[in-house]
């Protein structure tokens, strides 16, 4: 059996609060943006490189339990795949977004920060990881 190739795993911010949308046919789905911060081993290592923005949409009941959970500045890891649409308003237009399948629950963007600057290898190297099975995270 073959391994899909489209897998995606990040570990990021949440940029604002996720929202829920419940379609015509009654299936909800939650929609928010994630903040990853891009690692350079050459800069300082109390900051990120830069920051890569995503949307992410999670479909299911079993996501609409977690929307209080999923506030600004919550750091989440979540692995899913990579979806790609056409959008035809005025004129056509494609997104892009993450489709989640799983999230796992981290700290928030200050205990990020001040891990960071106190300890800045382990950080980093955790950072450049592919969002690895977290035992001590909460999951869904």
Not at 7 to 36: D, K, N, W, Y
């Amino acid at each position: 059996m073959h391994q899909p190739l489209n897998q995606v795993h990040l570990r990021g911010f949440l940029t604002e609060p996720a929202r829920l949308f419940v379609s015509r046919s009654g299936q909800p789905r939650i929609t928010f943006r994630l903040e990853v911060w891009i690692d350079d081993a050459d800069l300082p290592p109390k900051k990120p490189a830069g920051v890569d923005y995503f949307s992410v949409v999670a479909f299911g009941a079993q996501f609409v339990s977690l929307l209080a959970q999923l506030a600004t500045d919550r750091e989440v890891a979540l692995s899913g795949r990579l979806r790609s649409r056409d959008v035809d308003v005025d004129v056509r237009r494609v997104v892009t977004e993450i489709v989640a399948k799983e999230i796992t629950f981290h700290g928030t963007r200050a205990d990020a920060l001040r891990d960071l600057r106190t300890q800045p290898a382990a950080i980093a190297s955790t950072l450049n990881s592919p969002c690895p099975r977290f035992e001590h995270a909460e999951r869904v």
